[in-house]
């Protein structure tokens, strides 16, 4: 049966205190929407709807950056989450098969959840509501179940004490058949005590056209919703000792997990070997028998079989580092390949640049890549030696076993096998300083150099 998802994340979320809309807060360095959405994404939906208010530019472009095939639809005025799930009609028009309702604020369901939800579906349910017992039920709306069916759910707010006293509560995700769906909800009032369009009620509403609605139950920690700055920060430390979790079981040494921070997307190889203290942005990838030393920084990069980085080095969006390349401490790459064996060792930026196979970059290298207003690139050939603080002025070409002179400004290019010295000459005056210096001290000492 082809699925779509439906995921709801037009609220502001007042209590994050915050302009940003909820769902743009980061957790794994994505936006939080992104988790519920791969979650979903892993039952391969025909289409994806997110339904977006506050900040709908916003969370557009950064829905649109994840897969521009996503349909954005915007729910202008907040008035339930009934209502939110109408916005997604047009953009499901002419599709045929079931829709999973999804919040954006609720990132830790897992894709077997939703598996055994789409099973009951097919088993014959109707309207499949997931459920799950609540250590403190709070504010949760109830399922009133009987005889393994789900006969309603209420809200908090609308419950009676009896129905308060239940313990299974709604976590807001649904599946049904999309029109079903999208009719069922045409039927949906706001008298109630919110004076809300409830996605709840299509469970009733359904029920008095004689179909069938069923609860499946998962762990209260996937139900998981944020609403405040504290619950986020819980969410990160449940993300990231997942993320931790999974990089071990995986294969990978992790000196001291807890001190490691991945993101969403991290792709961490088998005999991967991370040290203490390193921090994962988004948008890398580490092979096999890599080693990423102490305090470094990596995102939007590639680290290919047993390269080695750090420790403290910084590895910004595009740098792409071949295998057995090494970058050492003090080091900051951007948008720029270190090919086969090159070694950047020490203190040194290289910034939009290529650097051969086999080259060595002395310490203090910088490519002086921007000039105020335009980028330029640096090419640097295969076995190619540049001498410790050499500034490569872009755009300049390094040819291949070419050298450059330590201290050496390079403002042209250097053909292969070359030697280019570029700096100033050094003088040496006999005895200069000693003179200097006496003067100096002998006018210190008679007080003359008082301001
Ligand atoms: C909802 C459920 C409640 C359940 C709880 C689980 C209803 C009526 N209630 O309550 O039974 O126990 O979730 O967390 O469904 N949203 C919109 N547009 C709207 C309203 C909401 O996009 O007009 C989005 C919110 O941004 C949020 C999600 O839907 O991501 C849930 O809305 P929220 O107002 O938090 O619902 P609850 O009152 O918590
Ligand atoms: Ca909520």
């Not at 308060?164 to 109630?192: H, K, M, P, Q, Y």
């Not at 580490?286 to 990069?301: K, Q």
């Amino acid at each position: 049966m082809p699925t779509s998802l439906i995921i709801l994340a037009a609220g502001q979320g007042t209590r994050m205190q915050s302009d940003l809309p909820k769902v743009l807060h980061e957790l794994g360095s994505a936006p939080l929407f992104a988790h519920a959405l791969a979650s979903g994404r892993a039952l391969e939906p025909e289409r994806v709807v997110l339904v977006a208010g506050h900040g709908f530019d916003d969370v557009q472009r950064a829905a649109l950056a994840i897969d521009n095939e996503i349909a954005v639809v915007e729910q202008a005025d907040q008035k339930g989450t009934a209502h939110a799930v109408a916005q997604a009609k047009a953009a499901l028009e002419g599709f045929d098969g079931d829709a999973m309702v999804l919040y954006g604020d609720t990132p830790f369901i897992r894709p077997e959840t939703l598996d055994a939800m789409l099973a009951a579906r097919a088993a014959g349910a109707d309207v499949v509501v997931l459920g799950f017992e609540a250590a403190d039920p709070g504010r949760y709306g109830r399922l009133v179940v009987e005889g393994g069916a789900l006969l309603r759910i209420v809200e908090f707010k609308d419950a009676t004490e009896a129905e308060r006293a239940i313990s299974l509560c709604n976590s807001g995700v649904v599946a049904a058949d999309a029109s079903t769906l999208f009719s069922l909800i045409e039927e949906v009032g706001n008298a109630n005590a919110s004076g809300e369009y409830y996605l709840t009620d299509i469970v009733e509403i359904a029920r008095a056209r004689g179909l069938s609605a069923a609860t499946v139950s998962c762990d209260e920690a996937e139900t998981l919703g944020i609403n405040t700055r504290a619950e986020l920060a819980r969410a990160e430390a449940l993300f990231q000792a997942h993320k931790r979790a999974e990089a071990l079981e995986n294969g990978v040494t992790l000196v001291a997990p807890e001190t490691v921070y991945f993101a969403q997307d991290t792709w961490v190889g088998r005999d991967a070997v991370i040290e203490p203290n390193v921090v994962f942005g988004p948008g890398v990838t580490v092979e096999t028998g890599a080693r990423i030393r102490a305090f470094s920084h990596l995102e939007g990069c590639h680290v290919s079989r047993d390269a080695q980085v750090g420790p403290f080095a910084r590895l910004r969006p595009g740098a792409e580092l071949a295998e057995g390349a090494k970058v050492g401490n003090f080091v900051e790459i951007k948008n720029a390949e270190i090919a086969e064996g090159a070694k950047v060792n020490h203190l040194t930026y290289i910034g939009d640049a290529f650097v051969g196979a086999g080259a060595n970059i002395g310490a203090g290298t910088i490519t002086c890549n921007y000039d105020g207003v335009f980028k330029h690139h640096t090419h640097i050939g295969a076995r190619a030696f540049i001498g410790s603080d050499t500034m490569l002025v872009a755009p300049v070409q390094i040819g291949d076993d070419a050298m450059t002179a330590t201290g050496s400004v390079v403002t042209r290019d250097v053909p292969d096998g070359a030697m280019a010295i570029g700096r100033a000459r050094l003088e040496i005056k006999e005895g200069l300083w000693r003179r200097m210096y006496e003067k100096m001290k002998a006018a210190k000492k008679s007080g003359k150099n008082r301001a």
